[in-house]
């Protein structure tokens, strides 16, 4: 009903709107005068349109782009992977490389890098930059970003989204997309919902609680829609309640549209399209890539032939499927081509330049963690003279593989190459292999150039590395996992915690040859560390991108002071997570029961009192901060009341350094269990050496509410709240307490 009477409106308002433009100057119809409001541009662009000419701009026409309206000038849509730059071009409909020359891009750093940099400011900086190499590209849809929330560390595809926390992931998807669209490129949100793992994507039905699914799976592409403005969102492979979700009416119809009042286009994911009836009756808008699994194979001039061509058609001409949602469906294409597409004034965009590289370097250097520094190995020494680098990951190029995201870059700074460069004249870095991973040195077409060919046994590589690390003033050893199927890789998830390839045993026989040993993780994941304790230095150094070289060496050398915080737990073992503590996570079942609910990533560790490896929001620096008590400036609140908390922070070291100020909010009393403490606020605050500031969070009725599913709504229960604030989720530097006073 609902729906129906936005139609009516819509419908009334442009009637009103062209009888108003009819008597302006301009001759040209109102759908090509940029001039006009936009709703009557598409209310004039659709009064004008055949109905084969609607049908026809529902679908695709070929592997990424889907059909206009010629006859009225209005252009075709062109859609690109990925979410951390921009996808090389294709054959028109084959997944095959076109082979361009011009079509390389700058890779910027995984979106786990991005999360881990807790810094809105950086997400802005991403999102104008990789927008920006969209728009010279002339694509007019980034499929991306990504922000499923990081239930399981097997997860596959983790490392394109940001992290365990809705929170977190809503306060940071929204400038991305803010900045990228812009560039009148618009964002495409994904994989919108519950797809949390990649095992039997395309087939798994997610079983959620109501509660869990508000709590923890929605809010961010809440914040992608309703702050974000994101203009179109991608409907997930996998089924909810039994019904794909590229169809699934509840999540499209009734919380998207109608809940949320999206007002831009639900794109299948590549063949995530099913069923026509549901496709034409639950909410789908742009069907992608039917028939292909979205990476390879697929039918190939199957186009007239997708849910919403001929089927369709057939179903409006013989009165099965109404016109209104027909028109409805064409109307939020149009509003997506006239955001893009049809948009003249648009900036020309750029790609490949300096600042698009200095902003990756920028992006790495932030969200890189330091994960623990004892026994001063970081950062490396001005009289260190000898170093020894070591590792496949070193030197594999990172940024081909892992799926759709894979990319073909213009150059890729590789560890070893970033640390060579930084090191000073005289200063000899030497490179052992260490361990042999995955030597294939092309993905999805596009070729590294690299030979990783080893002959030398494992033994024989740890005994080399050991021989050189006992003459190294410092060894740098760069391993983790890469891009390969079941590591972090798109349509396969990991098939444990561990680091693969042996790398615990060269780990540790390093470490038993030097104490100046710094272990550098590159992942998207969390890995199991049992060597942790005979380590001193560890790093999470994430997919950097280009520059990841050169952001991994600014760190390691002091350049920049590390200033990432996690954000996702590192369990120390896989069942202290809680989807494999019950069972809840099975790769080979095509039911996903979430069992632990709310309880995802440090909610579950704090409820359980499990310890992590490394908490949610961890990260250390070069330097040291002191935090004040946390003062309130109220001990009650009621109704639309709000309190501020603040704390001061002071940095008590040496070097200028920037501190991630976390606020953490606990219920203390509650009609049903709530999580420890829920993260509801951060702060990144830059500071000199013994240089202070007061950090004030101003807390509201919203930031206390939990989801009652049995009401359907958010509901406050009054009683006595804690605030923790603190450097990371079991890092807590101070609290205080307040009253809310009444049931809301
Ligand atoms: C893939 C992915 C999606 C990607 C699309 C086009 O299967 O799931 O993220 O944008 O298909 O490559």
Redesign the pocket.
């Known amino acids: 009903m609902k729906n129906l009477l936005k139609l009516m409106t819509a419908a009334s308002t442009a009637s009103l709107l062209m009888l108003s433009c009819a008597g302006t100057k301009s001759d040209k119809p109102v759908y090509l005068d940029e001039n006009q409001p936009i709703e009557a541009r598409i209310e004039d662009a659709l009064s004008r349109m055949t109905l084969e000419e609607k049908v026809k701009i529902l679908h695709a026409q070929s592997k990424f782009s889907s059909a206009g309206v010629p006859r009225l000038g209005i252009p075709e849509l062109w859609t690109t ?2 979410p951390h730059g921009i996808r090389p071009e294709v054959f028109w409909d084959k997944w095959k490389q076109a082979g361009w020359t011009n079509d390389s891009c700058v890779a910027f750093p995984a979106l786990t890098c991005l999360a881990a940099t807790w810094n809105e400011e950086m997400s802005a900086l991403y999102g104008k930059s990789i927008g920006e190499e969209a728009r010279f590209r002339e694509k007019d849809v980034l ?1 991306g970003p990504g922000v499923n929330i990081y239930r399981t560390p097997l997860n596959g595809r983790n490392f394109e989204y940001m992290g365990e926390d809705p929170f977190l992931a809503s306060v940071m998807v929204v400038p991305y997309i803010q900045e990228v669209q812009k560039n009148g490129v618009a964002v495409c949100v ?2 919108y919902a519950l797809n949390n793992q990649e095992s039997l994507r395309h087939e798994y039905d997610a079983v959620v609680d109501d509660r869990t699914l508000n709590e923890i799976y929605l809010p961010a592409f809440k914040a992608a829609v309703q702050k974000g403005g994101a203009w179109s969102i ?1 409907g997930s ?1 996998n089924l909810y309640k039994g019904q794909h979700v590229c169809h699934n009416s509840y999540l499209l119809n009734d919380v998207l549209k109608g809940d949320w009042g999206f007002d831009g286009a639900v794109i299948s ?2 063949g995530g399209c099913h069923d026509t009836d549901e496709a034409i009756s639950n909410g789908l808008d742009l069907e992608f ?1 039917t028939w292909t ?3 390879t194979m697929g039918a190939t001039n199957g186009y007239d032939a997708y849910h919403l061509a001929n089927p369709y058609l057939e179903r409006l001409r013989d009165g099965r499927a109404s016109e209104d949602v027909l028109n409805e469906k064409a109307r939020r294409v149009l509003r997506l081509i006239f955001r893009t597409a049809m948009r003249t004034d648009k900036p020309f965009g750029s790609l490949c330049s300096p600042e698009h590289y200095a902003a990756a370097r920028q992006i790495g250097g932030e969200g890189i963690v330091l994960l623990k520094n004892e026994a001063g190995v970081l950062p490396i020494s001005g009289d260190a003279k000898k170093i020894l680098v070591v590792g496949e990951n070193a030197v594999k190029m990172m940024t081909v593989g892992g799926g ?1 995201s894979s990319l073909k870059v213009q150059r890729e700074v590789s560890p070893l190459d970033g640390i060579r460069a930084a090191a000073g004249e005289g200063v000899e870095v030497m490179y052992e292999r260490g361990y042999v991973g995955d030597i294939s040195g092309k993905y999805n077409g596009v070729v590294t150039g690299q030979d990783l060919s080893e002959s030398r046994s494992a033994a024989e590589l740890i005994a080399d590395a050991c021989a050189k690390a006992a003459e190294a003033d410092v060894v740098i050893f760069v391993g983790g996992l890469n891009k390969s199927s079941h590591q972090d890789c ?1 349509d396969s998830d990991r098939f444990s915690l561990e680091l693969p390839y042996n790398q615990d045993a060269v780990i540790s026989a390093l470490a038993a040859v030097n104490p100046s040993l710094a272990v550098v993780i590159v992942s998207g994941n969390a890995v199991a560390m049992p060597w942790v304790d005979d380590v001193n230095a560890i790093v999470e150094a994430w997919y950097g991108g280009s520059e990841a070289g050169n952001a991994l060496a600014d760190v390691l050398f002091g350049k920049v002071n590390p200033s990432g915080k996690l954000p996702f737990t590192f369990p120390a073992r896989l069942e202290d997570n809680g989807a494999h503590a019950l069972g809840a996570y099975d790769p080979h079942s095509t039911v996903a029961k979430y069992s632990e609910g709310i309880f995802v990533g440090y909610r579950w560790a704090q409820k359980q009192g499990i310890k992590p490896l490394f908490a949610f929001g961890h990260g250390l620096s070069y330097t040291d901060f002191l935090y004040s008590d946390a003062v309130l400036d109220k001990n009650t609140m009621g109704g639309n009341g709000k309190i501020n908390v603040t704390a001061k922070v002071t940095n008590v070291g040496a070097v200028s350094g920037k501190e991630v100020v976390q606020l953490y909010i606990s219920d203390e009393e509650c009609s049903v269990e709530r999580p420890v403490m829920e993260l509801k606020g951060f702060k990144k605050v830059a500071l000199e050496p013994g240089e202070s500031k007061d950090v004030t969070f101003a807390i509201e009725p919203e930031m206390l509410k939990f989801y009652d599913a049995e009401k359907g709504e958010w509901t406050l229960e009054k009683g006595r709240f804690t605030v923790c604030i603190g450097s990371s989720s079991e890092d807590i530097r101070c609290k205080a307490s307040f009253d809310y006073e009444e049931d809301r």
């Open positions: 992977d990925g499929l994904k994989h991608m492979y994911d590549w890539g699994d979205g990476l759709s798109e």
